[in-house]
């Protein structure tokens, strides 16, 4: 059985940074694609940034240049550096695991950018 667990989000003030972890347990096949969504209050989930096996990330565009999604295949595990975060950030991230047409979701863990 497949499970995502993520950590490291929190309070941050307006320009910092914060890493959020995620580690999948299960068996994970080198066809699967990890990455972030989020969902702030009162908005739809979205796409924060995605990474397969080999490849590079892909971003959505208001998180680029200031997000890094790295991925450690040995691990089973898939990072997200978020720097000059902004209240806008403000969100539950979700971690995403996707195997061919399935989706596996962790349980989210809260970010908060805020003076």
């Known amino acids: 059985q497949v499970r995502l667990v993520e950590s490291g989000g929190g309070l941050v003030q307006p320009g910092g940074s914060l890493r959020l972890s995620c580690a999948v347990s299960?068996?994970?096949?080198?066809?699967?694609?990890m990455g972030w969504y989020r969902q702030a209050p009162g908005k739809e989930r979205e796409l924060v940034g995605v990474?397969?096996?080999?490849?590079?990330?892909t971003y959505a565009d208001s998180v680029k240049g200031r997000f890094t999604i790295s991925r450690d295949n040995a691990k089973n595990t898939v990072y997200v550096q978020m720097n000059s975060l902004k209240p806008e950030d403000t969100a539950v991230y979700y971690c995403n695991l996707r195997i061919t047409n399935m989706n596996y979701w962790g349980q989210g863990t809260p970010v908060t950018v805020s003076s």
């Open positions: 299960g068996n994970i096949p080198s066809n699967s694609v």
């Open positions: 990474v397969s096996t080999r490849g590079s990330p």
